[in-house]
Nanobody
């Protein structure tokens, strides 16, 4: 079992920046593929970015060049730096941890981009 707690959400104007963080409970954090997903109102949850155990990153086309995912295995944390935010980025953002067939989720943090 892995407990994940997100933080850093909030409201920001278009063009602004936010940094999301996810704290994981397990000392085996470095064995999990970590990811950020988001779910906008009325839409399905979608992958935003992921990072493997060896640091290989993958991004959705919609955030490429604007968002950066990173992990600190010593601190059991996952971050998402979000720049040049757009209204379409408004959603609840979820942290995920995956190993083999098991996926764990945090409760999410709201990001609202609005003028």
């Amino acid at each position: 079992q892995v407990q994940l707690v997100e933080s850093g959400g909030g409201m920001v104007q278009p063009g602004g920046s936010l940094r999301l963080s996810c704290a994981a409970s397990r000392s085996t954090f470095n064995t999990y593929v970590m990811g950020w997903y988001r779910q906008a109102s009325g839409k399905q949850r979608e992958l935003v970015a992921s990072i493997t155990t060896v640091g290989i990153r993958n991004y959705a086309d919609s955030v490429m060049g604007r968002f950066t995912i990173s992990r600190d295995n010593a601190k059991n944390t996952l971050d998402l730096q979000m720049n040049s935010l757009k209204p379409d980025d408004t959603a609840i953002y979820y942290c995920s941890a995956q190993r083999a067939a098991r996926v764990y989720w945090g409760r999410g943090t709201q990001v609202t981009v609005s003028s």
